[in-house]
């Protein structure tokens, strides 16, 4: 279970869902808490998801995953 008493094998189940059932989803993450920062300039736009324990108090992070798109194109790339 987790903090929301949600059953752990039925996370990637939701998962597996959400990936067929939109096509512009590319990655999800549905199990932890964090963040997004976002950074655009006239060649690309970046995201980066950032990850943080809620249940403790802790000032330690933990990098996800990094998206980019490149001016000129329309897909992201992960990184």
């Given at each position: 279970m987790d903090e929301e008493q949600v059953?752990?094998?039925?996370?990637?189940l939701i998962q597996r869902m959400s990936l067929h059932l939109s096509p512009h989803h590319r990655w999800?993450?549905?199990?932890?808490?964090?963040?997004?920062?976002?950074?655009?300039?006239p060649e690309r736009c970046e995201a980066e998801f950032w990850y943080s324990d809620i249940l403790r108090k802790?000032?330690?992070?933990?990098?996800?995953?990094?998206?980019?798109?490149k001016s000129g194109t329309n897909r992201w790339e992960r990184k």
């Amino acid at each position: 279970m987790d903090e929301e008493q949600v059953p752990r094998f039925i996370i990637p189940l939701i998962q597996r869902m959400s990936l067929h059932l939109s096509p512009h989803h590319r990655w999800v993450q549905f199990w932890k808490h964090g963040y997004t920062t976002i950074d655009v300039t006239p060649e690309r736009c970046e995201a980066e998801f950032w990850y943080s324990d809620i249940l403790r108090k802790t000032s330690k992070e933990t990098f996800g995953k990094r998206f980019t798109v490149k001016s000129g194109t329309n897909r992201w790339e992960r990184k």
